[in-house]
């Protein structure tokens, strides 16, 4: 750390002049403003009056190989000394970006050999959209446009990625979501299944992306789109039958499927790719985060060899592309990330532990407030609840996971709440000595969270 730094100076600078993302100003100001990260190191980060803190959420989800590996920061050093800026537009490369493409369509089924290069996960997404709009355009089905998401579903920030999600806040600011994005219910047993075995409620949420397909008209309809796995809306693992039979239905209609691989990719479910996990064969696949680990902005989208098809040969020039496209250092950083993973054997380390955290986490379901704890690879949620048999929530949707978040930094873990559900995603590079240490942390956060709320409880 900076020992010269002067913290109260800093956070009174913020406070001045920091506009941040995502964040209540007036509670953020009124509360003695942003708490500064100042280092980190494999699993842990440091605040600035010194705390060391445990990160089970790598970061904001992207941090796969952990922190503080040099060997990303030389791969910068490295590419800025040789070439810091050269764009891939207008019939031009550059080494990392080529070599990058083809690591990531070596990662991927055989049937993704197209790697197109962006900065973030929403832009990824904006640039799914405004590909598969195209390629129907190409085939002569420019009605196409209507794309199906779901509720709760995360896909960025942009006006197009925060209109395909499905987050009720975002859209209620700024009109959106744009027109022709349409979302259904999302796979949520926990919160929807009700009486239902987790089996039949798959298939009823499934059967509501039937509905929907058949309420627009499947030859209006451009895409599917969903994360393997929900992230953001809460940590949703669908049920198995979920996703054969949203398959089997957008297969009978020629409808592709997108996977938002952008916190499930890079290993996070024990696979390289959520769709491994959950068993779906995607057209398209979006990533970011883990593809750098967050060590660089970075992003790309995967289209698979039917969707790419004649669309070269017909569809002249696409009109599409960022500055930053395929940015060297990013694609250095992002090459070495690879390396790492394949060489260090992370992804089969994440299968390896998931189970013994699953074993360490599984044992909180004990807690008098929690109602399920889920988990997998090494994503996962522990559902608040104010009655453990029928699953019912504490008033006021929300406060609950406030309260144990701010009882986790407390005791210097850092998890976040997604409404009442708490979430996670360590780094993959997590040890058993460490989960232990998370999962200590966690249940003196959760007894905290219920000594508040305990009066409360059914
Ligand atoms: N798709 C998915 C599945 C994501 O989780 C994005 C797209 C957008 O990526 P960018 O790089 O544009 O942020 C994300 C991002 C949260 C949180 O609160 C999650 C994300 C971003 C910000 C906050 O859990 N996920």
């Given at each position: 750390m900076n020992k010269n730094l002067n913290i109260e100076e800093l956070v009174a600078a913020d406070n001045a002049h920091h506009f941040h993302p995502f964040t209540d100003h007036k509670s953020l100001h009124s509360e003695g403003g942003a708490r500064v990260i100042t280092q980190a190191s494999g699993v842990h980060i440091w605040d600035g009056k010194g705390n060391k803190l445990f990160d089970a959420m790598a970061g904001l989800w992207c941090v796969n190989i952990g922190y503080g590996r040099k060997e990303l920061a030389d791969a910068a050093y490295r590419q800025m000394q040789d070439l810091p800026f050269y764009n891939t537009f207008f019939k031009t490369t550059t080494v990392p970006a080529t070599l990058l493409a083809e690591k990531v369509a070596s990662l991927l089924?055989?049937?993704?050999?197209q790697i197109f290069f962006v900065n973030s996960g929403s832009e990824a997404n904006d640039t799914m959209v405004r590909f598969i709009r195209r390629y129907w355009e190409v085939q002569g089905q420019p009605e196409r446009q209507h794309i199906v998401s779901r509720h709760r579903a995360y896909h960025g920030s942009t006006c197009i990625s925060a209109s395909l999600g499905g987050m009720s806040a975002m859209h209620?600011?700024?009109?959106?979501?744009?027109?022709n994005f349409h979302h259904v219910l999302e796979p949520d047993w926990f919160q929807h299944g009700g009486d239902m075995s987790p089996e039949e409620f798959g298939l009823k949420a499934a059967r509501e992306v039937e509905a929907k397909i058949k309420e627009l008209g499947p030859d209006k309809v451009a895409a599917f789109v969903g994360e393997p796995i929900q992230g953001a809306g809460g940590v949703i693992v669908p049920p198995d039958s979920y996703w054969p039979y949203v398959q089997k239905v957008c297969r009978e209609h020629g409808i592709p499927i997108v996977a938002d691989?952008?916190?499930?990719?890079?290993?996070?479910?024990?696979?390289?790719?959520g769709h491994e996990t959950m068993g779906i064969d995607p057209d398209i696949v979006v990533m970011a985060k883990g593809l750098s680990s967050g060590y660089q902005p970075i992003g790309a989208v995967a289209v698979s060899d039917g969707l790419i098809g004649d669309f070269f040969d017909k569809g002249g020039e696409f009109f599409h592309g960022y500055t930053?496209?395929?940015?060297p250092v990013a694609c250095a950083v992002a090459l070495e990330n690879i390396r790492i993973m394949q060489d260090e054997k992370l992804i089969e380390h994440t299968a390896a532990i998931a189970p013994y955290v699953e074993e360490k986490m599984g044992a909180l379901s004990d807690h008098p407030i929690v109602g399920e704890v889920r988990v997998k690879g090494l994503i996962g949620a522990i559902e608040l609840v104010r009655d453990k048999q029928t699953r019912a929530r504490f008033d006021d949707l929300g406060r609950v996971g406030g309260i144990c978040r701010e009882h986790c930094f407390d005791n210097n873990l850092v998890m976040r709440a997604c409404w009442d559900t708490m979430v996670f995603s360590p780094?993959?590079?997590?040890?058993e000595a460490e989960v232990d240490e998370w999962v200590d942390l966690t249940r003196k956060a959760l007894d905290a969270t219920y000594a508040d709320v305990k009066g409360e409880l059914s």
């Open positions: 089924p055989d049937r993704f050999k209620a600011q700024g009109g959106l979501p744009l027109p691989e952008v916190i499930c990719g890079f290993g996070r479910t024990g696979n390289w790719w930053y496209s395929g940015h780094p993959l590079c997590i040890t």
